[in-house]
């Protein structure tokens, strides 16, 4: 990530060739759910993070060829902490089928559930999905107010459900 302030310029992950804007994630996530109707909303905005992250990863992948699983958390660790959506820690144990661990420290929004959420954890998801070569949802995602931290369990989705 990076910032060009000659040029008025965002630039991140994984290429210098894609250009990013800020935006106010939690307010265009209360529009989207005035607007669509919050399941709608959460749909719209969870297929778009699942994507986003797929794309950025293949990105990286490219650039970085050799890229271990560590460097790939770290640049999507330090891409959260740009953005300003907070500090994350990502947690995938030796047994991929095991459930990912996800902890977010003063994250921009602060609840567990909703459209908001969804566009935090589902760019996440779509990256992972990639590295596992899984389909995993969220679990058990719950906000403490009192620590300021967003957690959650991204698990293997049970195909009976699909």
Known sequence: ????????????????????????V?????????LLGEKVAEFVVASYGRQSGKE??????????NITLKELIAAFTM??????????????????DAPVEFEMRNPIVQASTGT???FILSYWIGAINDVLGKTLD???ATYDPNENVLRC???I???ARV
């Open 116 to 118: 908001a959420v969804k």
């Open 153 to 155: 369990q991204l698990a």
């Open 1 to 24: 990530m990076g910032f060009d302030e000659s040029k008025g310029e965002i630039r991140g992950m994984g290429s210098l060739e894609r250009r990013f804007g800020l935006v106010d």
């Open 79 to 96: 891409s959260d902490i740009f953005g300003g959506y907070g500090v994350t820690n990502v947690r995938i144990r030796e047994d991929q």
């Open 138 to 140: 969220i679990a058990r």
């Open 26 to 34: 939690v307010g265009l996530c209360h529009h989207l759910d005035m």
């Open 157 to 159: 989705r049970n195909s």
């Open 56 to 65: 950025d990863l293949a990105r990286l992948r490219e650039n970085t060829p």
